[in-house]
């Protein structure tokens, strides 16, 4: 009886300390991206092949714990055509309420950007090109999880052919 007993308070501890880890991990704020106003977005001749886009974004961790921005999977438009997919293993430290400026590169082949057309004098005229890198990003926030956030606009601004 007293074994049933203590199994079944163990029980109940271990399942009340899960269901307060699973609201704290709830609780976890995504991290914001915002372009980098003293740095705009470039984006490249990378020979005949396509174009390099350099992103420059402030990641900011609104959480007042520290957490890691591990991964971040996205999609980038130019003037709203789907240009490229990236997939990028971050390993980002952000503590409490903590920024950092990270660039962001993209490589976009011109066979994968059918409305190249539209962009292509845009480009060679060096007139600035909107974009939007839309997608989802997990963070690591040790014992309060391993999050998955988005789909989600993560930046939008506008770039100019270097």
Avoid at 51 to 80: A, D, H, I, Y
Wanted: aromatic share 6%; charged share 20%.
């Amino acid at each position: 009886m007293r074994a049933r007993f203590a199994v079944a308070c163990l029980l109940v501890t271990t399942l009340s300390a899960c269901a307060e880890l699973n609201q704290l991990g709830a609780l976890i704020q995504p991290p914001r991206f915002e372009r980098v106003p003293d740095q705009p977005a470039e984006i490249r001749l990378a020979g005949a092949a396509g174009v390099s886009v350099r992103l420059w974004t402030r990641v900011t961790n609104p959480n007042p714990f520290g957490l890691t921005l591990g991964t971040l999977k996205g999609t980038l438009f130019l003037e709203e055509t789907r240009a490229a997919d990236a997939d990028f293993p971050l390993g980002l430290p952000l503590g409490g309420g903590g920024n950092r400026g990270i660039p962001i590169d993209i490589s976009v082949r011109f066979a994968d950007l059918p409305g190249l057309s539209r962009l292509s004098g845009r480009l060679l005229s060096r007139q600035s090109v909107a974009y939007r890198l839309d997608g989802t990003i997990g963070v690591d926030a040790g014992r309060l999880g391993q999050p998955i956030f988005g789909p989600m606009t993560l930046v939008r601004g506008d770039a100019r052919a270097q």
